[in-house]
């Protein structure tokens, strides 16, 4: 197929390196075109704007990284809404607002495209391997009809009802891991101070009742003081607050979320915002 890609920070160029060792013809855009030399040594094609995306492709990908960014990218002067051409695909992997997945979606409907939220979930290291869990809305025979294209960077892929579906999903997923990564780090930080060693009770605690990815993966870096990104700190309140505004809508307390949130807030004011989210375990040492 041929095929368009937006955004090819941490996460997309290792899912644009999937659809081309498969042999899809790839033209990419990002704003920042140095950190594509490796995709277009690759064998992607770099281009000027989502315009020339929208021009050349049948399938576009966007992985963008602020709602307000995916506003640009779809509904701009030169974005995807107003230049691709009908019967185009748009699938926005994305984490973003739940309302504006409706928005495109409508917006799409109305001019002969078809279009899916598909936020993801798996880090790099799941999108190195392949292995990302997508959760998508929109319509249902669009999905099954690009499923074979999921599949070659994605394990878990599930569809998850109407446009804004797969948002709302992505929330629940990133509600989850908020709590979970408090734990993590405090599990860690208990540890220390008993004295034990931080490895050695992971490899008790990883694989019972209180594992989870976040503690596989994420707590050897916290020990070990890795806090390159495979997901950024600022990306991760971004999502928070998306859910917090949806559960405030609704009228709903989630008081966990709340508190992760505000620890996250307190880590990226300390400056630690272009790190990982295992950088959460400054909150403790500072």
């Known amino acids: 197929m041929k095929i368009g890609f937006i955004g090819t920070g941490v996460m997309g160029s290792s899912l644009v ?26 064998g992607a094609f770099l281009v000027d704007s989502p315009q020339q995306v929208a021009n050349n492709c049948e399938l576009i990908f966007t992985m963008v990284g602020y709602p307000a960014d995916v506003e640009e990218v779809y509904f701009g002067e030169r974005g995807l809404l107003g230049n691709t051409k009908k019967g185009t695909i748009l699938v926005d992997l994305t984490t973003s607002q739940p309302q504006l997945a409706q928005r495109i979606f409508e917006a799409a409907t109305l001019k002969g495209l078809h279009a899916l939220d598909a936020p993801v979930s798996g880090g790099d290291i799941g999108a190195k391997n392949g292995v990302l869990s997508i959760m998508v809305g929109g319509e249902k025979e669009i999905f099954k009809q690009i499923s074979p294209v999921f599949n070659l960077f994605g394990e878990n892929i599930v569809f998850q009802g109407p446009a804004g579906s797969g948002q709302h999903t992505k929330m629940c997923n990133q509600i989850n891991i908020a709590s979970t990564m408090i734990g993590v780090c405090e599990s860690l930080i208990y540890a220390e101070k008993a004295g034990l060693d931080p490895e050695r009770v992971l490899r008790s605690i990883s694989s ?44 709903l307390d989630l008081p966990g979320l709340r508190l992760s949130l505000s620890m996250y807030e307190k880590v990226a004011a300390q400056g630690h915002e272009e790190q990982g989210t295992q950088a959460l375990v400054e909150y403790y040492r500072s």
């Open 17 to 42: 390196k999937h659809l081309l060792d498969h042999e899809h013809e790839v033209s990419i855009f990002t704003r920042t075109a140095k950190k594509a030399e490796s995709l277009v040594k690759a």
């Open 208 to 251: 019972g009742a209180a594992g989870s990815w976040s503690l596989s993966n994420l707590a050897p870096k916290m020990i070990n003081e890795d806090f390159r990104p495979g997901f950024y700190i600022k990306h991760f309140i971004k999502d928070m607050k998306i859910a917090a505004e949806e559960a405030e809508n609704w009228g």
